[in-house]
């Protein structure tokens, strides 16, 4: 009778027990690092929390990783959430450095935040591939994008409708499009709104006469990019200030870096990360 | 002594965990009101039920995402539901044993895909279509309501087969014996007898439409715009709060637990409309 | 004189009684118009009846073939990614391409296990309460009431809650417990519904058997009603996996979107596939082979799904045999 009890209920917990079980050791089996750390430092130990802008995410992992392989005692967990979810986390002590791909704004610049940028993100507008024009001037991308000027002919074009796709409202992409090339004003109403790079890559390559804006990062042969004011968006261009869509990615700690935080943050932003991992998507802070 | 102890603890206990589902309730009305308090208190309702989301500008107006909620959730079930009930009279009616059981899978099956693989679905596969087909980017009204209706199948055809078959067997015989076709049972007997039960199943699918989220997500838009046609972009309360929440702070974020507050009255309302057509079949009977 | 001669023409419920004999011609007419007019109606009620059964059919066929297009379809996109082992069981890439998902597997497990350890207990006994201990009454109907307004609650609604409550209140973080906890609420209402049902089925000779035996109500539960109704749970509890493993919504703001290394505690964030797809479709989009990494991600998942669901009915019908008791819940 009491075999036949636990068949229902244990059946589950036991899945359960043998699951973690087996994920555990599966988890071991991962944890063999093999970068020595540098003798004369210091050995470091401990848990590091981030978390934050699902853009610097994939850095910060790549970081985070890199970080504990050099130094097996610690631990860094990088979680996501949004920029302002990092910002608040950060002040409120929930966890160590909160990543963002946006600056302060005015109610968060109160908080004792201490701002770490650690890498430059160029923006290039971008059109789909079949558009004739090549270059628009920081005018016609303002009338386009904020509905002045709706036909491709206006701007040296074909005679076509001009499908205008943006960034979403929490992008931090968006916000910097807006107040650089918008002049803070808002888009056109009704625009399509992408949620990634990703999405806006996928939907201005395949919407015929569509016109949006991508990270360099992302800019692939699918679509075209535009020149902006007769500059071309790249690397060169916004280290010499000539282009200038261009936005900081950041992270922040709650009053001046230090111990373990200020070691991640040194490491983020060393030559050896920098120009290893930061350089391929974006703008390395030791070119700046 | 020591028995009817542990069977006073032991009630007690299972009581409490009972209860787990009524305290559920209450917290999560509780947190989501808390946190949604600023928005009413700094931005007022009358912002908050306007038309205007502006958030740099002060304006937290969510009727756009609430008429996007709608406007998918009718044409889910516009797709959906006479698919359902027509699944669930062909199982109920129609289907032959082997069949029965074999297509009960099918929609259980159904059930099991994960929103997120059938967004992905639609983002991937219908999307694409519907752009080539109209010209427009393919996303809106016209995909959500489409992915919709396939979320909405497996709900109400489960609810409306038990409904069908909760009318007397009898009925059917005696109409039957009396000549009528199948279809004449089905239209005279069937479905005026089973006509509170489906419209249970309707409802409750329509609140499985309205709280979906993933699957609308990846083929709404987005866009934060009223819908002007079938293939316009827009947001629905779900898929804003979805992809806001995590970059937004202060009043912003107030207005987007608001949203939340008001798809909880929402599906709340829907079963309490339940509840009533429950209560008034069985008083009918 | 054979008299007034009445002929009687009965069809389909119409009965129609003919004066026959006096004037046959007449008659005979009346007769052919009436027959006449049966017949249009049978033709048309039976014509209505074939389109009925024409378009039954052909209902059911569009239901199964939405099915088998959303399994082709995505499996076609990914199964050949999904079951490459270096796929499966590789790391993940946040800027590289050629990444793997094997820590969004273990998240996904992960999180279920816990879930499933902390939902099954409480809805099991929530079961037990209402249908063993429970008189109907004032407290059955809130318990019930409580239940159908939580299973109607939109999950990006309890993923917002868990974020409140459980992330950033009980300082739980983005974690594996903060998203158990939220999912348990989110599955209790379908595990008590379907507990209850496996407990109702027992019939009420088991426990009056045990309890004239004296037993106490509990022992009764313990020994008689729970074995017995132990498929049903278990059905239950598999389902809720497979519930668990494909929610996202909830799960986005509370455990987590991404992750490199196997999550190993319970406090520390993971990313559970259903999750990290929608990661890959926004920012993990930086990687160049994003889609084929969403494609082979959705098609594991789908290719789960399916077998926990089938697997569930396989072993409800196992147990059910092995028990010989009734069947819980089909």
Redesign the interface.
């Known amino acids: ?2 075999r ?2 636990s ?3 244990a ?3 036991s ?3 043998v ?2 079980l087996v ?2 050791a ?2 071991c089996g ?1 944890k063999g690092g093999e970068s020595p750390a540098e003798p004369e430092k210091p050995k470091l130990s401990g848990t590091l ?1 981030l ?1 934050g802008s ?2 610097v ?3 910060a ?2 970081a ?2 890199m970080f ?1 392989d050099e130094n097996p005692d610690v631990t860094v ?9 990092g ?2 986390n950060v002040a ?1 002590g ?2 160590d450095i909160g990543n963002a791909s946006r600056g302060l ?1 005015d ?2 610049k109160s908080l004792g935040l201490v701002d770490h940028e650690i890498a430059l993100d160029v923006i290039v507008v971008i059109a789909h591939k079949d558009v004739e024009v090549d270059d628009l001037t920081a005018d016609q991308v303002f009338g386009i994008f904020s509905g002045k000027i709706t036909n491709w002919k206006e701007v040296g074009g074909k005679d076509a409708p001009i ?1 205008v ?1 943006v960034r ?5 992409t968006r916000e910097m499009f807006d107040e650089k090339a918008l002049k ?1 004003e ?1 888009p056109k ?5 992408c ?5 806006m ?3 201005v390559s ?3 006469n ?1 016109i949006g804006y991508i990270s360099l ?2 800019l ?1 042969g699918s679509v075209k990019a535009l020149k902006y004011g007769g500059v071309q968006g790249s690397k060169e261009t916004a280290v010499n200030k000539t282009y200038p869509l261009s936005r900081y990615l950041h992270m922040f700690t709650k009053g001046e870096a230090t111990g373990l935080a200020k070691a991640f943050i040194d490491f983020v932003l060393s030559d050896r990360f920098q120009d290893e ?1 930061v350089a ?2 974006y703008i390395p802070m030791t070119e700046i | 002594m020591q028995g009817i102890d542990r069977e006073w603890i032991v009630r007690k206990t299972l009581f409490v965990m009972a209860m787990m589902a009524v305290l559920g309730v209450l917290l999560i009305v509780f947190f989501v009101a808390r946190e949604a308090m600023p928005a009413f208190t700094q931005a007022g309702p009358a912002n908050l039920f306007s038309s205007a989301w502006d958030p740099a500008g002060g304006r937290y107006g969510m009727l756009i995402f609430i008429t996007g909620t709608l406007t998918t959730t009718v044409g889910g079930l516009l797709l959906g539901a006479p698919l359902a009930i027509g699944s669930a009279l062909f199982l109920t009616q129609m289907a032959p044993r082997r069949v029965r059981s074999f297509f009960t899978r099918v929609v259980e099956l159904l059930a099991g895909v994960p929103s997120i693989v059938l967004g992905w679905l639609g983002f991937t596969v219908m999307v694409p279509w519907i752009r080539e087909a109209t010209g427009s980017p393919g996303t809106g009204i016209l995909a959500a309501s489409i992915i919709l209706a396939i979320m909405v199948l497996p709900t109400i055809t489960a609810i409306s087969k038990d409904a069908l078959e909760a009318v007397p067997r009898s009925y059917l015989d005696a109409s039957l014996a009396m000549g009528a076709t199948r279809w004449q049972t089905v239209r005279r007997v069937l479905i005026p007898s089973a006509k509170p039960g489906l419209l249970v199943a309707v409802i409750l699918g329509m609140g499985r439409a309205i709280g979906e989220t993933m699957a609308v997500a990846l083929v709404i838009g987005p866009a934060t715009a009223y819908p002007t046609s079938l293939t316009s972009p827009t947001h629905t309360l779900t898929t804003k709060i979805l992809m806001e929440m995590g970059e937004s702070t202060g009043v912003q974020r107030s207005a987007l637990f608001a949203m939340g507050l008001v798809l909880l009255l929402l599906s709340m309302a829907l079963i309490v409309l339940v509840r009533a057509v429950t209560r008034e079949r069985r008083e009918a009977a | 004189m054979s008299g007034l001669e009445v002929k009687t023409v009965e069809e389909e419920g119409l009965r129609v009684e003919v004066a026959a004999g006096l004037c046959e011609s007449r008659d005979e007419r009346l007769e052919r118009v009436i027959r006449q007019h049966i017949e249009r109606h049978k033709r048309r009620a039976a014509a209505a009846d074939r389109a009925f059964t024409a378009a039954t059919w052909a209902v059911a066929a569009v239901a199964l073939g939405i099915l088998a297009f959303i399994v082709i379809t995505i499996f076609a996109r990914g199964l050949g990614t999904a079951l490459n082992p270096g796929f499966l069981f590789g790391k993940p890439q946040a800027i590289k391409e050629g990444g793997g998902i094997w820590p969004m597997v273990v998240s996904s497990f992960y999180l279920a296990a816990l879930t499933v350890a902390m939902v099954v207990p409480v809805g099991v006994g929530a079961a037990v309460y209402m249908s063993e201990f429970a008189r109907e009454g004032r407290v059955t109907r809130l318990v019930r009431l409580g239940a159908d307004v939580l299973s109607s609650v939109p999950s990006v609604v309890f993923g917002i809650f868990g974020m409140v409550l459980f992330v950033v209140y009980l300082g739980l973080g983005y974690s594996l417990l903060a998203g158990a906890l939220t999912l348990t609420l989110l599955n209790l209402p379908t595990v008590m519904r379907t507990s209850e049902e496996a407990l109702r089925a027992v019939p009420v000779s088991y426990r009056e058997a045990s309890l004239a035996l004296g037993a106490s109500r509990w022992e009764t539960v313990k020994r008689v009603v729970l074995p017995s109704a132990a498929p049903g749970i278990t059905t239950g509890a598999v389902l809720a996996v497979g519930r668990i493993v494909g929610e996202s919504a909830a799960v986005i703001y509370t455990v987590g979107i991404f992750v490199r290394k196997i999550p190993v505690s319970p406090l520390q964030p993971a990313a559970p596939m259903a999750a990290h797809i929608w990661h890959t479709y926004t920012e993990g989009a930086l990687v160049s082979d994003w889609m084929r990494i969403a494609n082979g991600e959705a098609a594991f998942l789908l290719l789960l799904v399916l077998a926990l669901n089938l697997g569930a009915r396989l072993l409800t019908r196992a147990l059910a045999k092995k028990t010989g008791t009734v069947k819980g819940n089909e």
Do not use: C, F
């Not at chain 1, 990088?78 to 302002?84: A, C, K, R």
């Not at chain 1, 109403?189 to 709104?193: D, L, R, V, Y």
């Not at chain 1, 949620?195 to 999405?199: H, M, R």
């Open positions: 009778m009491t036949r009890k068949l229902g209920i059946t589950a917990l899945l359960a027990v699951l973690a994920l555990g599966a988890g991962d929390n978390s699902t853009t995410l994939p850095l992992q790549e985070a990783d504990m967990n990088v979680q996501g959430g949004g920029s302002s979810v910002i608040s409120e929930v966890v704004k109610e968060e499908t796709v979403d409202e929490a992008s931090g803070k808002k109403e009704g625009a399509i709104e949620n990634s790079n990703g999405v890559r996928q939907t395949s919407t015929p569509s990062g992302y692939d991992v391929k998507e």
